[in-house]
């Protein structure tokens, strides 16, 4: 006698929509997780992805755009930071042979690259004139700096202690005499562009280090040649008649 054959029943799978479900879980768990961690390095860049990603779900395909932009701005700002990093260790070994004093001393900051000259350099105690070594010194730098379109800002320094010249009455007059010093030989034994440095006297009151003992008022008795960043050397009287994207 033939068997019966058994119905079979196909049931519907009900629950595959956990299995999405838990996928989009897992996804905006690990979107957290990033922002999160952006948020707690950097918040000012947290709020920015914020509100760029606020409009793109909105609809706005110019955020896309906006975004870009402005991540590729912030990119080209690096490459010319680089570009004063190459300028620095250009000039750190140009002077590491004929430097054995540590006389000239390179920093990158927030407003470029800054070489700082001691007060022996380049000036005997009180003087405001250059020496004739300071002339080699200043031709090396002429050398590295000549073909920047940056703008250069040449600051005087000296110490606390008070000025006992008959000269200069202050430290103030002291300091911008000796930056313009600099700017003079540079302009008038270079043909550097005037209008593309300038000269700063700060005194006693931007010291590098405490004048506290007489090692550290040598220091402080200085001249600084600032390379700007292009940023800044935009902000510049006349410095729109150069172009700082090349």
């Known amino acids: 006698m033939p068997r019966k054959k058994r119905k079979t029943f196909h049931h519907d799978n009900t629950d595959r929509w956990l299995l999405t479900y838990a996928d989009l879980i897992t996804l905006l768990l690990a979107f957290f997780i990033v922002m999160y961690s952006m948020s707690r390095l950097d918040a000012k860049k947290f709020g920015e992805v914020t509100q760029e990603l606020q409009a793109v779900l909105k609809g706005g395909n110019n955020a896309i755009l906006r975004f870009k932009d402005k991540q590729s701005s912030k990119g080209q700002g690096v490459l010319k930071l680089g570009k004063l990093k190459m300028l620095q260790q250009l000039i750190d070994k140009k002077f590491e042979q004929i430097d054995k004093q540590k ?3 390179t920093e990158i900051t927030e407003r470029g690259l800054v070489v700082h000259i001691m007060e022996t350099a380049l000036f005997n105690e009180g003087s405001e004139r250059l020496r004739n070594a300071a002339l080699d010194v200043l031709d090396l730098i002429y050398e590295e700096i000549k073909n920047t379109k940056n703008h250069i800002r040449i600051e005087g320094h000296t110490d606390d202690r008070p000025i006992k010249n008959i000269n200069f009455t202050s430290n103030w007059e002291l300091s911008v005499a000796r930056a313009t010093s600099v700017v003079q030989y540079f302009v008038e034994s270079h043909n550097f562009p005037a209008e593309r440095i300038s000269a700063l006297g700060y005194g006693e009151f931007r010291p590098m280090v405490p004048n506290t003992s007489i090692e550290n008022r040598a220091q402080n ?18 410095s729109s008649l150069y172009d700082f994207n090349g």
Do not use: F, W
């Not at 008795?221 to 006349?238: A, C, G």
């Open 103 to 105: 006389k000239i001393k």
């Open 221 to 238: 008795r200085r001249v600084d040649v600032v390379i700007l960043t292009d940023q800044l050397s935009i902000k510049e009287p006349s």
